[in-house]
């Protein structure tokens, strides 16, 4: 699922931007059921794609609404895994995707800004997701770095992993 309303672009990587009908947000409105508005990848069987709708305004997302959305794949389709692509930054769209996260993939750059802000992302995990607002099983959480360079570290122009998490 998509959740940069406004900016979706994983239509545009997963190559079916030109099949998009349907969306996120029409979904969730009643305008559309799950079956018109996700697309089946053509290379992977088991593969689907639920676009963020690029006109509507990010406060269309509902907290029930993306429930119901994640439910409905879940209980009435069967989805056994469902990856929530979160935008970059703490927006109502990121918000909706860590509050329902079961397991979390933070994506960083070694970039003391770009940790920065990964790290208040994993505090809102701890925080602010379902499970920690019911005292459930805390969301496992894992850091990708991205653009790492073992070069750039030794020359002292980009953090290194220990940098990394010391902070």
Do not use: W
Not at 80 to 95: K, M, N, R, T
Not at 103 to 115: F, L
Not at 139 to 144: A, R
């Amino acid at each position: 699922i998509d959740f940069d309303v406004g900016l979706r672009n994983l239509d545009l990587i997963m190559g079916c931007e030109r099949r998009v009908v349907y969306d996120l947000i029409n979904v969730i409105q009643d305008e559309a059921t799950l079956n018109q508005a996700l697309i089946k990848d053509k290379h992977c069987e088991n593969l689907y794609v639920l676009p963020a709708s690029q006109t509507r305004d990010k406060d269309a997302l509902t907290r029930d609404g993306v429930e119901k959305v994640l439910k409905d794949l879940t209980e009435k389709m069967g989805f056994e895994y469902v990856v929530c692509d979160s935008p970059a930054g703490i927006e109502q769209g990121a918000l909706m995707a860590l509050y329902f996260a079961d397991e979390a993939i933070v994506t960083t750059n070694p970039e003391i800004s770009s940790v920065r802000d990964s790290d208040r992302i994993l505090g809102i995990l701890s925080s602010k997701s379902r499970r920690a607002e019911t005292n459930g099983i805390p969301v496992k959480e894992h850091l990708l770095i991205t653009r790492y360079s073992p070069e750039r570290v030794e020359k002292g122009e980009m953090l290194s992993v220990q940098d990394i998490q010391e902070i």
